[in-house]
């Protein structure tokens, strides 16, 4: 009986098999729009150093979204500011298109980044700052790209007001509607739904739809799990500066897994676990029993809770990287590529 207990302890408990795999890297595959190749970043502190990460491998692809997920302190900001060229990493290199940037290449119109802080002018209005933006980034058509992104994120009856006297929640729109206002090829949003209410957030679903289907990459950054499961594809689970998971979402939502003493994974059918609990329940004095899906939730719960535990990492199934060249990539800034919404 006992057996049988911890048979169904391993069921119900488990979320996914994470085999500890030292030693293996998550490779880019071809195609992708950017890609963090063993980065790392370590701080000088007065005490010695401070590792911010660890040898960060993670391919974004293009028409898809990637949720970055961590607690505080994880790595997710150090992340976003090397990709943005605001930090130098330490070791390692970032990928666009296939091709070693240098720092300067990251500085060229590649990218689009919402930041965790509101990062807008408050004495500019709404439409002088979209205006303003239009301009760095060469776009011709302005009035019609200003207008589609007024309507889409609901800044219509804000047009002409200065975004100092903004609310907190439409501060935040208005930085989420910079970074998707020109089709740049990679989208990094930090926090975009922070102090929104869910009417503001389903502008963002929106900004993340249109992106994606426009074949445009997006790297989100959240601690919001509902948005997470309704905008990514895939999950990155960040844990004391290493990656500890990347798996498709549904992946992580369906798969239910038994670890047996010799490490080898086996997958158990829903029906086995209500067979296993009828016979404890006829077996023991058991009242009522429930089996529910794994959630995103119960995920990030059980990686938060694991700092102190072995590391554990989910393989995703990515080719070899093309070797880096030296050359920057090439933009093409005609007005039929930079586009609205």
Do not use: W
């Not at 590792?51 to 970055?68: E, F, M, Y």
């Not at 802080?117 to 979209?130: C, F, K, N």
């Amino acid at each position: 009986m006992s057996e049988r207990m911890e048979d169904l302890r391993q069921i119900l408990i488990s979320f996914l098999d994470m085999e500890e795999k030292k030693g293996q890297v998550h490779e880019v595959s071809v195609g992708e729009v950017a890609a963090c190749v063993r980065l790392g970043k370590v701080y000088p502190t007065l005490a010695g150093h401070r590792l911010a990460l660890r040898d960060l491998t993670l391919a974004i692809p293009s028409g898809q979204c990637t949720a970055l997920l961590g607690q505080n302190g994880a790595g997710k900001s150090t992340t976003f500011s090397m990709l943005t060229g605001e930090v130098r990493p330490s070791s390692g290199h970032i990928c666009l298109r296939n091709i070693r940037a240098r720092p300067t290449d990251l500085c060229k119109g590649f990218i689009s980044y919402c930041p965790q802080s509101d990062a807008i002018d408050p004495l500019l209005t709404v439409r002088e700052t979209l205006k303003f933006y239009c301009r760095l980034r060469g776009i011709q058509e302005q009035d019609e790209v200003i207008r589609r992104t007024i309507e889409t994120f609901d800044l219509t009856k804000y047009r002409d007001v200065r975004s100092g006297l903004l609310s907190g929640g439409n501060k935040r729109k208005l930085c989420t509607a910079i970074a998707f206002m020109g089709r740049t090829p990679l989208v990094l949003l930090d926090e975009p739904t922070s102090g929104m209410d869910p009417g503001s957030r389903t502008c963002v679903t929106r900004g993340v739809q249109r992106a994606c289907s426009s074949g445009r990459g997006v790297l989100l950054a959240t601690h919001a799990l509902d948005d997470a499961r309704r905008l990514a594809a895939r999950v990155a689970l960040l844990q004391a500066g290493t990656l500890r998971a990347l798996a498709p979402l549904h992946q992580c939502l369906r798969s239910i897994s038994l670890r047996q003493l010799d490490g080898k994974e086996v997958h158990t059918r829903v029906s086995e676990v209500f067979r296993l609990t009828a016979e404890l329940h006829a077996a023991c004095d058991i009242e009522d029993f429930t089996v529910n899906q794994s959630s995103l939730d119960q995920m990030f719960l059980q990686f938060a809770g694991s700092s102190r535990s072995r590391g554990t990492e989910l393989e995703e199934q990515e080719s070899d990287p093309a070797p880096p060249t030296t050359a920057p990539p090439t933009l093409n800034c005609d007005v039929s590529d930079i586009t609205a919404l």
